[in-house]
């Protein structure tokens, strides 16, 4: 995604366009699931001016809206990502590794609505944990 691309997504959600909210975008964009230390240590080079407090407020504000999701792992700091296509997360209990996973998110929702007691389901928020290929070795 470019510039261009983000500033579209921010605007279509009626959210001001700043650089900082730009900067954070396209680290997420590169580096995927990050904490918002990660995202601050990353963008300060960039924007001198930018504080952790502006950071976390901004990523907050991006979660509301829905462009970002935040990731809960048991092991690290609460982390963020470009909310993109549905996945789950696989996560490696020894190197921590975090890893996207894609399935069909919408058919296991509607499952579990289907066999659970609950009326609707909003969201699928799913962490399958084991050891990956590299720590198996
Ligand atoms: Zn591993
Ligand atoms: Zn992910």
Known sequence: MSKAVFTEILKEKKL????????ILEELEKNGHSSVDDIFNRI???VPSVSLATVYKNILTLQSVN?????KTPTHKQKYEINIKPHVHLFCKI???LEDFAIDTKEFQEYCRKQSSYHC?????VLLTGICKKCAK
């Open 67 to 71: 462009i970002l999701k935040s990731v």
């Open 44 to 46: 300060k080079p960039k």
């Open 16 to 23: 001001k366009i700043t650089p900082q909210r730009i900067a």
């Open 121 to 125: 389901i909003e969201e699928v928020s």
């Open 95 to 97: 190197c921590e590794n």
